[in-house]
């Protein structure tokens, strides 16, 4: 295995039984979210054809939202004893820690998704007319969207003061595209009036530019004091 | 080597030229009051600070990105991930520095006086206990220079005494270390050098604490 796959398996796992122990990012993304649906299924009460053509928007920034919560909580437990410092020191280089902080988070935001997806559906009353299957590369390349920009933006923010409120700023505008993306292509497959192809490529096309350009500009943003 | 280092955080200005020659294994304890600047020195020379001017120059390189592999670096806060074991934490960070020997994170942690079996989380450590396991994750790679940031900081005397023992045969082994504190009264007889800091200069090094005992 080479180093960096070493190194980003050893931080991921590692994130990962930090998050087990503290469950800070899944309670707090699961219990927003699950707010986000019962406060939705009060304020509207769509038909089933209403559903569809709302769902798709009311799912994904839903999830957005719940993202949130979790990517500020990404770098808050390095920041906690300067744990980050000791990664700054060492050798491993500085793309282990974001693809696997990254991964982190996608692994945290599917979970969210997996569990809150039935509760959408049964409060919507959702039932797709388009190509379901398709459902699940717009949520994979949909989730990869948020988190890697997310975990990119999180990271900068980190040193400044109301990075909670910074992360949004920096991370809505430029997840623009790629919402949109999610949305059409969800709307699609719920109504089956259009084919999602088109949007779904989109989706590729961002997460390749940006997975990319974080990757290129991740070790000056580690290394910015 | 340091030449000329100056780093200004904002208007204030935390190293004002700093030169200085710090030979191969040998130990030196940094003084100085708070704020005189040793912290940033220190992490200057870990390259977590880069210098606003001037060049530092440790182990035949002017970048200590590239020799980062052989500092040992412990900081006044932990470093180390409060959710985890003692060992847990030293396990992940010997995977950062590719370290196959799985014997070796207990062996340090024996090394300090710890426990490697300590099932406790280092949150539930003692401050002086999450200190002793610090300097464990600083050593735990064999580094060439140890850059160490107040190591007997609510440590009690005797375990003090310990570390001071421990980083004397570091530096006995052809180690080069580096401790800045305020208890510098417990590395008299084993400092090779006192370094003086006041306001962000070095204005002294002795040999021995002489001008602290002088009014």
């Known amino acids: 295995m080479s180093l960096l796959s070493n190194i980003t398996a050893a931080t991921l796992a590692k994130d990962i039984r930090l998050e ?6 899944i309670n707090s993304m699961l219990f927003f979210a699950l707010l986000v649906v019962v406060v939705f299924s009060f304020s509207f009460d ?18 957005l939202f719940a ?14 004893n300067q744990v980050l410092d000791a990664y700054r020191v060492s050798p491993a280089p500085a793309n282990s ?7 982190g988070n996608f692994i945290f935001v599917a979970i969210l998704e997996a569990l809150m997806t039935p509760l959408f559906v049964m409060f919507y009353k959702l039932r797709p007319l388009g190509p379901a299957w398709q459902l699940i590369p717009i949520a994979a390349l949909g989730t990869w969207a948020l988190v890697v920009n997310g975990t990119f933006f999180a990271a900068m923010s980190l040193r400044t003061r109301a990075r909670e409120i910074m992360l949004p700023l920096l991370l809505f505008p430029i997840s623009i595209p790629a919402l949109l993306a ?34 290129l500009l991740f070790e000056t943003v580690l290394q910015a004091e | 080597m340091v030449t000329d280092l100056v780093k200004q955080f904002g208007r204030f200005a935390a190293l004002r030229g700093v030169t200085a020659d710090f030979a191969a294994g040998r130990l030196y304890s940094i003084l100085g009051d708070n704020g005189a600047g040793k912290t940033t020195l220190l992490r200057t020379l870990a390259g977590l600070t880069p210098p606003t001017r001037g060049t530092i120059s440790m182990l ?25 074991t003692g060992l847990e934490n030293l396990g992940y960070f010997s995977r950062l520095y590719a370290i196959r020997d799985e014997g070796r994170c207990k062996e340090v942690i024996t090394l300090v006086g710890l426990d490697p079996e300590l099932s406790r989380p280092v949150g539930q450590y003692s401050q002086g206990m999450r200190q002793r396991m610090s300097l464990a994750r600083a050593l735990l790679h064999d580094p060439r220079v140890l850059l160490l940031d107040e190591p007997f900081s609510n440590v009690d005397l005797h375990s003090a005494r310990e570390m001071v023992k421990l980083l004397g045969r570091m530096r006995d082994s052809g180690k080069t270390i580096f401790v800045v504190t305020h208890q510098a009264q417990l590395l008299e007889g084993t400092a090779d050098e006192f370094v003086w800091m006041q306001a962000g200069k070095i204005v002294d090094r002795t040999p021995s604490l002489e001008p602290l005992k002088t009014p």
């Open chain 1, 182 to 215: 999610m949305v059409r292509s969800t709307t699609a497959i719920l109504t089956g009036e259009e084919s999602a192809k088109f949007w779904i490529v989109l989706l590729l096309a961002y997460d390749v530019v940006f997975t990319t350009g974080c990757l």
């Open chain 1, 97 to 103: 820690l974001f693809l696997a902080k990254a991964l």
């Open chain 1, 67 to 80: 993202a949130v919560v979790a990517l500020n909580q990404t770098w808050a437990r390095e920041i906690r």
């Open chain 2, 60 to 84: 035949g390189s002017t970048s200590a990105r590239a020799v980062c592999a052989q500092f040992g670096y412990m900081a006044h806060p932990s470093l180390l991930y409060d959710e985890m």
């Open chain 1, 20 to 25: 087990w122990r503290s469950k800070d990012a």
């Open chain 1, 46 to 63: 769509p038909l089933a054809e209403e559903s569809r053509q709302i769902a798709g928007g009311l799912i994904w920034v839903s999830f």
